[in-house]
C-alpha cells in the first residue's frame, strides 16, 4: 500500500474513527491525538492491512482498542482532567441552551454507561452499522451484543424519562 | 359523505403508524430492530408530529442524528504518517552520512599520521643506526670507567678505616 492507496483508504473512515474516540474519550483533543496515532500504527501495518476482509472494520478496532487503553492508563494515573473538563464546558452550555440542553442530557447519560455500551451505541445507533461489522469490530458474539446494547437502550430512556421529569429542564 | 371517509382512513392511517412505531419500539429496546427499522424510528421520532406519550424518544434520536454529523475535516487536519516518517528519515539520513564522515576522517587521519611516523623513522634509520650505536656504547663506557674509578677511591676509605682502628686498638 503507498501513500496514496493509504489517503483513499483513511478517507470513508476517518470520520468515524474521529467520532468513536471522542464517544470514548470524551475530550475532542485527546481523540484528535488518538486517530493520529492510529494512523501511524495502521501506516505501520500497511503492508498486511490488504490481508484482512474488511479493513475497515480492522481500522475501527485497532481505534478502539487504543482509545480504550489510553481510558486505561487515565484511569493507572488517576487522571480525570478530560472529564472534568468537559462537565465545566457542559454546564455552561447548559445556561445557554434549551434545545441544546436535551442533547447535553444524553450525553451526560451515554457517559455513564459502561465503554462497551458506549462503543456499541456509537456503532449502531450513531454510525448504524450492521451487526456483521460489530461482530467483527468488537470481536464480541451476536447474543452479546444485543444483550448489552438493550441494556443501554433501557437505559438510556429510563435516565432521559428521569430527568424529564425531576430534573431541571 | 367522501370527505369524512377519507378523514376515518387518515385517522386510521395515523393509528396504524402510532401502533407500528410502537411495536418497532419495543423490538428496538430488545435491540432486534433492523437498521432499515431504526431509520423508520428515526425519521419518525425528527418529524415534527411525535406523540406526546413517546416524547422521552425524541432527544435521544436528536443526539443520534447530532452526533453523526460530528466530522473531522472542518476543524481537524490529521498529519500523514508518512509525512513524518519522511522528515524523520531525512534526519536520520543525515545523521548517519555525518557519522560516516566523521568515521572516515579519523581513519584517514590516523592513517597520515601513522605513515608520517613511519616515514620520519625509516628516513633517519639507516644513517645513523651504526653511530648510535657507538655513541651508545662509547657511552657505556664511560660508564664503566667511571664506576671502576670510584671504586679505586674507595680504598682509601678502607685505609682510613684501617688507620683509624689502629689507633684506637692502641
Known amino acids: 500500500m503507498n501513500q496514496q492507496e493509504f489517503l483513499v483508504f483513511i478517507e470513508p473512515i476517518k470520520d468515524k474513527m474521529y467520532r468513536l474516540s471522542v464517544r470514548l474519550l470524551v475530550s475532542k483533543e485527546a481523540a484528535q491525538d488518538a486517530v493520529q496515532e492510529v494512523f501511524v500504527k495502521l501506516w505501520n501495518k500497511r503492508d498486511t492491512l490488504k490481508k484482512y476482509d474488511n479493513a475497515h472494520a480492522f481500522a475501527m478496532t485497532v481505534t478502539k482498542n487504543h482509545c480504550l487503553d489510553q481510558l486505561k492508563l487515565k484511569k493507572n494515573n488517576n487522571l480525570r482532567i478530560v472529564h472534568s473538563n468537559y462537565e465545566d464546558e457542559s454546564k455552561s452550555l447548559q445556561k445557554q441552551l434549551e434545545a441544546k440542553n436535551e442533547l447535553e442530557i444524553v450525553t451526560e447519560i451515554i457517559k455513564d454507561l459502561s465503554e462497551q455500551e458506549q462503543t456499541l451505541i456509537q456503532l449502531r445507533d450513531i454510525e448504524q452499522l450492521e451487526y456483521e461489522e460489530i461482530i467483527e469490530i468488537t470481536g464480541m458474539k451476536p447474543t452479546a451484543i444485543r444483550v448489552a446494547l438493550s441494556r443501554a437502550r433501557k437505559k438510556i430512556r429510563k435516565e432521559i424519562i428521569k430527568k424529564h421529569r425531576y430534573g431541571t429542564v | ?170
Open chain 2, 1 to 170: 359523505m367522501p370527505e369524512k371517509k377519507l378523514e376515518k382512513k387518515l385517522l386510521k392511517n395515523i393509528a396504524m403508524e402510532l401502533s407500528n412505531i410502537k411495536t418497532l419500539l419495543d423490538k428496538y429496546l430488545e435491540a432486534e430492530t433492523t437498521l432499515a427499522e431504526e431509520k423508520v424510528l428515526e425519521t419518525y421520532f425528527l418529524s415534527d408530529h411525535v406523540t406526546p406519550e413517546l416524547q422521552e424518544y425524541i432527544p435521544l434520536f436528536n443526539f443520534f442524528e447530532n452526533e453523526r454529523s460530528l466530522e473531522t475535516s472542518e476543524e481537524i487536519e490529521f498529519k500523514m504518517p508518512f509525512e513524518v516518517e519522511e522528515k524523520r528519515s531525512n534526519r536520520s539520513l543525515i545523521y548517519k552520512w555525518s557519522g560516516i564522515a566523521a568515521s572516515v576522517a579519523i581513519l584517514v587521519s590516523v592513517f597520515i599520521f601513522s605513515q608520517q611516523q613511519k616515514n620520519t623513522v625509516s628516513n633517519q634509520a639507516p644513517v645513523e643506526y651504526e653511530l648510535a650505536m657507538q655513541n651508545t656504547q662509547d657511552l657505556l663506557l664511560m660508564m664503566t670507567d667511571a664506576v671502576s674509578n670510584g671504586k679505586k677511591q674507595l680504598t682509601y676509605l678502607k685505609e682510613i678505616n684501617q688507620t683509624k682502628n689502629q689507633l684506637i686498638n692502641k
